[in-house]
């Protein structure tokens, strides 16, 4: 064993005492466990990442789980099981995605929010009439700033939104993958009056971040399926920059006004 690798190793175990094998740190957790500069504690995370000892699982985040990342599974509301079990039946090509996949990273869950299912375009229409016999409410949407067309439903937590797509790659069995439910959602709250504050879906990255359910190639190429590549290139890329670039894109929207 040679004097690097020894010295690896004690890190190692320095890392799993101090913070704990099921847990899921930061750089500046380890800064704090080895008591080192953040330059020397960086190089010595990437060589336990690359010896295979630890995974890195996010922007300065790593793991001691190295074989199953901590993925919780989808836990469908109730509305959400019944399109699930009314499409499934139809045959009608489909999958649920948003709140619904990746709730499992909320602190407080609300009983009731809207669900989004994403419907194979040339079957849409069918879709939703496949819900009103049901008598579930649903609304199709296209385009952005659709909250108004909500307003005129008795609880628009109780109500499907049918998305049109071409493009199931990141489903599987008629649920969305993590990263692109993510995206969606950020895509609903952002752009189409989502009921959920911007803080709780701030929240939900972060968790899902910390328990390595995130992979950034991934959800970089669901981002440009859905043109969302510039918002999530920086929510990955946030903490690299500095408050004078905040500032100066403020600026610069300003100026433009003008």
Known sequence: MTKLTKSLKDKLNILSTKIGENEAFTVSDAVSALEMMDTTVRWILWNLADLGKIVRIGHGVYSFRLQEKQIARPQLSDLANKVKTVFEESGVPFFISGLDIIKGYMIHVPERYPVIAFIEQTNIEDAQELLLNQKIDSIIGSKVGEFGKLQHFPSIEEIVILRPTKEFNYSREGLAEPEKAL???????????????LGELGRIYLNMQRRGTINEKRLSKVAIRRNLHYDIRFILNYKRISKYAFQFSEILKELEKE
């Open 183 to 197: 995206v969606d959602l950020y895509y609903e709250v952002t752009r189409g009056s989502y009921p959920l504050s």
